[in-house]
């Protein structure tokens, strides 16, 4: 099994500053995807920014230029930077991992941009 801990969400002022952290820890063989995903009631998850086994980042149209997201593989450590943040930027904000062809999701962390 693997375990994802997420911390860092809070509430901030438009225009502000978070930064989320996830630790995993269980059963990691292989790294295949990590990163965020957020939500708001009523939509769909969606990609925030992730890191893929090559390397390469993927990010949100609504978030480049704001979000930067890091990893340290050695910890198994994944982090966002939230720069410039904005109200439609509020959802719960969720860790995931794909390894060993599973699927895994921390439990979530409030993100709440005021205006």
């Known amino acids: 099994q693997v375990q994802l801990v997420e911390s860092g969400g809070g509430l901030v002022q438009a225009g502000g500053s978070l930064r989320l952290s996830c630790a995993a820890s269980g059963s990691i063989f292989n790294i295949y995807v990590m990163g965020w995903y957020r939500q708001t009631p009523g939509k769909q998850r969606e990609l925030v920014a992730t890191?893929?086994?090559?390397?390469?980042?993927n990010y949100a149209d609504s978030v480049k230029g704001r979000f930067t997201i890091s990893r340290d593989n050695a910890k198994n450590t994944v982090s966002l930077r939230m720069n410039n943040l904005k109200p439609e930027d509020t959802a719960v904000y969720y860790c995931?991992?794909?390894?060993?062809?599973?699927?895994?999701w921390g439990q979530g962390t409030q993100v709440t941009v005021s205006s």
């Open positions: 995931y991992l794909y390894t060993s062809g599973n699927s895994n």
């Open positions: 890191f893929i086994s090559s390397g390469r980042t």
